[in-house]
């Protein structure tokens, strides 16, 4: 019963928003759930960001109770199931980064040695510290092996992101972590609709919980497609549409309800944090996002539903 209110209450609260925006004509011009020019968009986003930056360990230790810390092991099905019923159980809800979710996106993209990969939108590191540490994993099996001389080409993973405050966090966690110096990692301040790459010239091409916040997906999806090189893969992490109907329920309440609150109170910012929650609900559901990947070109596209439908992973091959 006390759900039931709960849920007409914040119906009431976000409906009036939904449809708002669903009158909008494309998710280009869409700032959450606001109607802004295309060319004030990206400076909005870079906003947000810039405030976001300094707490973002901050904010993401308070969202997720602090147990995204402990997901940087690996952790199978049957874990991640367990943490998101205590989670719930706790009023602390799964949000913006899980990383046993960053885990499964680059068991999926299966780094070699000697791999050129693209992160985009990839300022904090998270994705490409697992993807080297999955490289350097493979590399001190692999020289145990004295017939083995794979190993000759330099491995370059460059992480990419349009803000440099984004950019400045991923830095120091590789200084923390005794990555300052691995020239294999490139930091490059770039944006995903107009990338600075050669064509066919990446191996690999991440994107996570980043594109929902660009102007135009059709130009990040080409531009993905234009620098991989033939047999490359595509594969997008984002917080996605959730479609079990009690779930959803008591996601929408904590994402509307609590996430923003949180940002007040934790980082001072209740407006950022509010066009984070809004910019998902905008985002395009599942299977329309996977049609636009292959209208971009990619074959084999698919997508993988994570924690029902918090986050789901999209992938593609260029073939």
């Known amino acids: 019963m006390a759900l039931r209110l709960v849920t007409k209450t914040l119906s009431s609260r976000i409906s009036p928003k939904l449809c708002s925006a669903s009158l909008l004509h494309s998710h280009a011009t869409s700032f959450g759930f606001k109607e802004v020019r295309e060319e004030e968009k990206s400076q909005m986003v870079g906003k947000v960001f810039s405030n976001v930056a300094s707490n973002y360990d901050l904010m993401n230790d308070f969202m997720s109770g602090g147990l995204h810390r402990l997901w940087k092991d690996r952790l199978d099905f049957v874990c991640i199931f367990v943490l998101i019923i205590s989670l719930l159980s706790s009023c602390c809800f799964l949000y913006f980064t899980s990383s046993a979710q960053f885990i499964r996106?680059?068991?999926?993209?299966?780094?070699?040695?000697?791999?050129?990969?693209?992160?985009?939108?990839?300022?904090?590191?998270?994705?490409?510290?697992?993807?080297?540490?999955?490289?350097?994993?493979?590399?001190?099996?692999?020289?145990?092996?004295?017939?083995?001389?794979?190993?000759?080409?330099?491995?370059?993973?460059?992480?990419?992101?349009?803000?440099p405050n984004m950019l400045d966090v991923g830095k120091n966690r590789a200084l923390e972590k005794g990555l300052g110096e691995d020239k294999s990692l490139v930091w490059v301040q770039g944006d995903a609709e107009a990338l600075s790459f050669e064509d066919n010239s990446m191996?690999?091409?991440?994107?996570?919980?980043?594109?929902?916040?660009?102007?135009?997906?059709?130009?990040?999806?080409?531009?993905?497609?234009?620098?991989?090189?033939?047999?490359?893969?595509?594969?997008?992490?984002?917080?996605?549409?959730?479609?079990?109907?009690?779930?959803?329920?008591?996601?929408?309440?904590?994402?509307?309800?609590?996430?923003?609150?949180?940002?007040?109170?934790?980082?001072?910012?209740?407006?950022?944090?509010?066009?984070?929650?809004?910019?998902?609900?905008?985002?395009?559901?599942?299977?329309?996002?996977?049609?636009?990947?292959?209208?971009?070109?990619?074959?084999?596209?698919?997508?993988?539903?994570?924690?029902?439908?918090?986050?789901?992973?999209?992938s593609g091959l260029k073939i």
Request: charged share 25%; with cysteine; aromatic share 10%.
């Open 105 to 163: 996106l680059v068991s999926k993209l299966s780094p070699f040695p000697g791999m050129k990969h693209l992160d985009v939108a990839g300022g904090t590191g998270d994705v490409a510290f697992r993807i080297l540490e999955s490289v350097n994993s493979i590399k001190r099996r692999a020289l145990q092996d004295p017939l083995n001389d794979d190993l000759q080409e330099e491995t370059r993973i460059y992480v990419c992101d349009i803000n």
């Open 203 to 314: 191996d690999g091409y991440t994107i996570a919980f980043g594109i929902r916040n660009v102007t135009h997906i059709e130009k990040v999806l080409s531009e993905a497609y234009r620098v991989l090189k033939r047999g490359g893969r595509f594969l997008c992490l984002e917080l996605s549409h959730v479609d079990i109907p009690v779930f959803k329920e008591l996601y929408d309440f904590y994402s509307f309800s609590v996430i923003p609150r949180l940002g007040e109170i934790v980082a001072g910012d209740r407006e950022s944090y509010q066009y984070l929650v809004e910019s998902i609900r905008r985002f395009p559901p599942q299977e329309k996002f996977a049609s636009m990947i292959a209208d971009a070109g990619f074959q084999k596209v698919e997508y993988e539903n994570l924690v029902g439908g918090v986050v789901a992973i999209h």
